[in-house]
């Protein structure tokens, strides 16, 4: 443990209080289920301020930041040229309800860049971008039924929040209650990875089935890489039945570099759904496709969908300026080096001492699975027995200043925010976080 700082423990103390208080305003004392840190030891951190890679909470306690927002912050936090764009735009007001020279820029930045997208549409969210796509597909094909995968995230709208019900293939079961089972009906949920499942759906359904939906990676359940030439397939066979692909690229666009998942599987989808990076921290979601297909949304086409607050000024400001910076040359190619670095010393460590555990990463994600898998592609491959390793490594990794994410199912986001020096902390703290996990397991 090359100087890194391990307190006995996390002073809490001005959180507590705030969570106590909230408990009271919200249900579980929050905003969104997995801020509540259910999955890990105390209360949730409530965060005062964020700068570059760093989080500060209301204790004071100064934290690395690897959720980085859950994604969005691919800057790092109060990134000058974002912070910069928007205070510009405050002093002009913060909506209009018309359309501003801001919702062009942003859409041309985004169409100019992703191979695939010919016309979008802004939105205030990921789910509200996933809801969309969902009913332009459903109009466009003039069928019901979609194909999600387990372990696959898309929002919480009602077609999304099914699991997969028990045997080979079959209609979903509701993950939630308030989803009527005739929308789960509608959804059907296969494995991850699984060209059987998929072929078996489409001979039994071809003529319902509107759209096959997946994550550009799957990353809201682990970091589940699938091959690709299982997304090669999967356009193959939506192509040949007339199916719709549609690519969740909510974390991926912008994070994977610029033309996302689907400039790194070669894989043309029919819609692309973004959010996250492309508001820069602000509220902002995006459908697009082909303008064939985007003519189907209204006002020029039957397909309705609208917003009060869509393509609202300061968030776009945001985005464009989020957007300007990633464009610049070698963006990516730093972002992922630096992380590459990263993640290699953490896993000649993890070999050196013959840990069972294994660290995925891909772009500038990575995720620590508790397990000697050393392939994992499908939610079945984690063993959810292993989560309490997550949660020990979580509240030593607080202890010693690294926030991850608050569950062991979450990925982590390097930022161009974390300089080597951060990095290199990081190493140093998760190499003695993961010698203690192993090591109060093995007394526990
Ligand atoms: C975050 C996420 C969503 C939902 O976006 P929200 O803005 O939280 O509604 C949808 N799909 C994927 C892949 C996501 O990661």
């Given at each position: 443990m090359k100087g890194i700082i391990v307190r006995?423990?996390?002073?809490r103390e001005k959180s507590e209080e705030l969570f106590e208080k909230a408990k009271g305003l919200f249900p579980g004392g929050?905003?969104?289920?997995?801020?509540?840190f259910k999955a890990v030891d105390g209360c949730p951190l409530f965060i005062a301020c964020g700068d570059k890679a760093y989080l500060w909470d209301e204790d004071g306690n100064k934290f690395i930041d690897f959720c980085c927002s859950w994604g969005p912050l691919i800057l790092g936090h109060n990134n000058r040229g974002i912070r910069l764009a928007v205070a510009a735009q405050l002093g002009k007001g913060l909506s209009y309800g018309a359309p501003t020279v801001l919702e062009n820029t942003l859409a041309e930045l985004i169409i100019n860049n992703?191979?695939?997208?010919?016309k979008l549409r802004f939105v205030s969210s990921g789910t509200e971008a996933l809801m969309s796509a969902i009913r332009l597909a459903r109009a466009y094909t003039g069928r019901d039924k979609i194909v999600k995968f387990e372990?696959?995230?898309?929002?919480?709208s009602d077609s999304l929040l099914v699991k997969a019900g028990s045997g080979l293939v079959t209609l979903g079961k509701t993950?939630?209650?308030?989803?009527p089972d005739s929308f789960a009906q509608q959804t059907i949920v296969i494995g991850l990875g699984d060209s059987a499942a998929i072929e078996y759906v489409f001979s039994q359904f071809a003529d319902q089935i509107a759209a096959v939906i997946i994550e550009g990676?799957?990353?809201?359940?682990?970091?589940?890489i699938q091959e690709k030439g299982y997304i090669k397939f999967l356009r193959e066979i939506t192509e040949q039945h007339k199916a719709m692909l549609i690519f969740d690229?909510?974390?991926?666009?912008?994070?994977?570099?610029?033309?996302g998942a689907a400039a790194y599987y070669g894989v043309r989808p029919d819609i692309v759904t973004f959010g996250k990076i492309i508001g820069g921290g602000m509220p902002v979601g995006a459908y697009g496709g082909s303008k064939a297909l985007m003519s189907m949304i209204s006002p020029d086409g039957p397909v309705y969908q609208a917003g009060?607050?869509?393509?609202?000024p300061v968030a776009m400001s945001a985005g464009i300026a989020a957007l300007k910076q990633l464009l610049k040359p070698m963006f990516y190619e730093k972002l992922e080096r630096k992380t590459r670095g990263m993640v290699t010393a953490v896993q000649q460590h993890i070999t050196q001492q013959g840990y069972e555990v294994v660290l995925f990463s891909i772009g500038s994600m990575f995720w620590f699975s508790?397990?000697?898998?050393?392939v994992m592609r499908k939610?079945?491959?984690?063993?959810?027995?292993?989560m309490h390793r997550h949660k020990l490594m979580h509240k030593i990794l607080l202890r010693c200043g690294v926030y991850f994410g608050?569950?062991?199912y979450e990925v982590g986001f390097v930022s161009s925010a974390h300089t080597a020096a951060d990095l290199r902390y990081t190493v140093e703290v998760i190499k003695y976080a993961l010698g203690q996990v192993f090591q109060e397991d093995i007394v526990q």
């Amino acid at each position: 443990m090359k100087g890194i700082i391990v307190r006995e423990r996390l002073n809490r103390e001005k959180s507590e209080e705030l969570f106590e208080k909230a408990k009271g305003l919200f249900p579980g004392g929050v905003n969104s289920p997995v801020r509540a840190f259910k999955a890990v030891d105390g209360c949730p951190l409530f965060i005062a301020c964020g700068d570059k890679a760093y989080l500060w909470d209301e204790d004071g306690n100064k934290f690395i930041d690897f959720c980085c927002s859950w994604g969005p912050l691919i800057l790092g936090h109060n990134n000058r040229g974002i912070r910069l764009a928007v205070a510009a735009q405050l002093g002009k007001g913060l909506s209009y309800g018309a359309p501003t020279v801001l919702e062009n820029t942003l859409a041309e930045l985004i169409i100019n860049n992703v191979e695939h997208i010919e016309k979008l549409r802004f939105v205030s969210s990921g789910t509200e971008a996933l809801m969309s796509a969902i009913r332009l597909a459903r109009a466009y094909t003039g069928r019901d039924k979609i194909v999600k995968f387990e372990g696959c995230y898309h929002g919480h709208s009602d077609s999304l929040l099914v699991k997969a019900g028990s045997g080979l293939v079959t209609l979903g079961k509701t993950s939630s209650a308030g989803v009527p089972d005739s929308f789960a009906q509608q959804t059907i949920v296969i494995g991850l990875g699984d060209s059987a499942a998929i072929e078996y759906v489409f001979s039994q359904f071809a003529d319902q089935i509107a759209a096959v939906i997946i994550e550009g990676i799957p990353a809201n359940n682990g970091l589940l890489i699938q091959e690709k030439g299982y997304i090669k397939f999967l356009r193959e066979i939506t192509e040949q039945h007339k199916a719709m692909l549609i690519f969740d690229e909510v974390i991926t666009g912008f994070r994977l570099g610029i033309g996302g998942a689907a400039a790194y599987y070669g894989v043309r989808p029919d819609i692309v759904t973004f959010g996250k990076i492309i508001g820069g921290g602000m509220p902002v979601g995006a459908y697009g496709g082909s303008k064939a297909l985007m003519s189907m949304i209204s006002p020029d086409g039957p397909v309705y969908q609208a917003g009060t607050l869509s393509g609202n000024p300061v968030a776009m400001s945001a985005g464009i300026a989020a957007l300007k910076q990633l464009l610049k040359p070698m963006f990516y190619e730093k972002l992922e080096r630096k992380t590459r670095g990263m993640v290699t010393a953490v896993q000649q460590h993890i070999t050196q001492q013959g840990y069972e555990v294994v660290l995925f990463s891909i772009g500038s994600m990575f995720w620590f699975s508790f397990s000697t898998q050393e392939v994992m592609r499908k939610a079945e491959d984690i063993d959810p027995s292993s989560m309490h390793r997550h949660k020990l490594m979580h509240k030593i990794l607080l202890r010693c200043g690294v926030y991850f994410g608050p569950s062991g199912y979450e990925v982590g986001f390097v930022s161009s925010a974390h300089t080597a020096a951060d990095l290199r902390y990081t190493v140093e703290v998760i190499k003695y976080a993961l010698g203690q996990v192993f090591q109060e397991d093995i007394v526990q």
